[in-house]
């Protein structure tokens, strides 16, 4: 029978098992999110994330081992999240996945969470094959790397200081939108009038491939301000969703730009897109248009698997276990901070 792998990912506020098998593709997937509790505070509280991903993890790997119909005892290696991400939720999946692959004598492998979200589109169909190049887009990074296979990434440039998602939520937060913030504003800028308003689009003609978007919240802050009733410090409806629009141009804009240069740079004609923010409307319109007119295809992760998931985890365990046999060392650390660059040079 084909290797079966169990993902756990834990890097943050969700909590997502799945089971992958070569040959077959996924078995079953599930996925907890905390948006609810953490709504309540208007962002991530990381205490709370790592209690409820110990409430979660157990439960779920049993309800996706029932769903898939399968045993403890077929499961051939087990994969979690490394890192980065939230040190404390790290540790709940590291410490879960290696207890058990030590108890059930199997591999346990470390994955980097941008790897696995990097590689999902492979799980879609039709699925981009290597070379290509990747637009990373999730939380708290914006990157773009040229992909050569697994394990093998080269960076081409990322953010220099806020990444795409963060300069949505933050946006969101000044138009006074709830958390996850990103979602809320794309829903807004549907109803705003494009053009309206003009805000920059830092480095978009930096000759480089290097992003920032600091500046661009600053511009929304002052426009907000702006456009604030004086005396009560409110704005109507349609003017919040024409900010909204145009705070989702210039980073749609900034995105398909760069993305544009890094396939001329390279020379290829795939683009992967993967990250929270890859599931913008606006964002795969623009690059399917972008892309397509110079005769490339732009690849994209099912919606359910843009956001953080086990699946993505899971598959990326099977591909790194297919390369070379897991190894059975079961001590462990996460690492909150963890270049991918470096990690495929590990």
Known sequence: MSLITLGIESSCDETGIALYQMGRGLLAHTLHTQVAMHSEYGGVVPE??????????????????????????????????????????????????????????????????????????????????????????????????????????????ETLDDAAGEAFDKSAKLLGLGYPGGPELAKLAARGRPGLYKLPRPMLHSGDLEFSFSGLKTAVLTLVKQSSNDEQKIMDEQTRADIACAVQEAIVDVLA??????????????????????????????????????????????????????????????????????????????????????????
């Not at 005892?73 to 040190?87: D, R, V």
């Not at 992967?272 to 007119?293: H, P, Q, S, T, Y």
Request: charged share 20%.
């Open 257 to 346: 730009n760069k993305s544009r240069a890094a396939l001329a740079q390279t020379g290829l004609d795939q683009l992967v897109v993967a990250g929270g923010v890859g599931a913008n409307k606006l964002l795969r319109e623009r690059l399917n248009k972008d892309i397509g007119k110079r005769g490339g295809k732009v690849f994209y992760p099912d919606l359910e698997f843009c956001t953080d998931n086990g699946a993505m985890i899971a598959f990326a365990g099977a591909l790194r276990l297919a390369q070379q046999p897991g190894k059975k060392d079961y001590r462990f650390n996460v690492k909150p901070r963890w270049n991918l660059a470096e990690s495929a040079a590990s």
């Open 48 to 157: 709370l994330a790592s209690r409820d991903h110990v409430r979660r993890v157990i439960p779920l790997v049993r309800q996706v081992m029932r769903e898939a119909d399968v045993s403890l005892a077929q499961i051939s290696a087990i994969a979690y999240t490394q890192g980065p991400g939230l040190g404390g939720a790290l540790l709940v999946g590291a410490s879960v996945a290696n207890a058990l692959a030590y108890a059930l004598d199997i591999p346990s492998i470390g994955i980097h969470h941008l790897e696995g979200h990097l590689l999902s589109p492979l799980l879609s169909d039709p699925a981009p094959e290597f070379p290509f190049v990747a637009l990373l887009v999730s939380g708290g990074h914006t990157q773009l790397m040229r992909v050569d296979g697994i394990g093998q990434y080269t960076l081409l440039g």
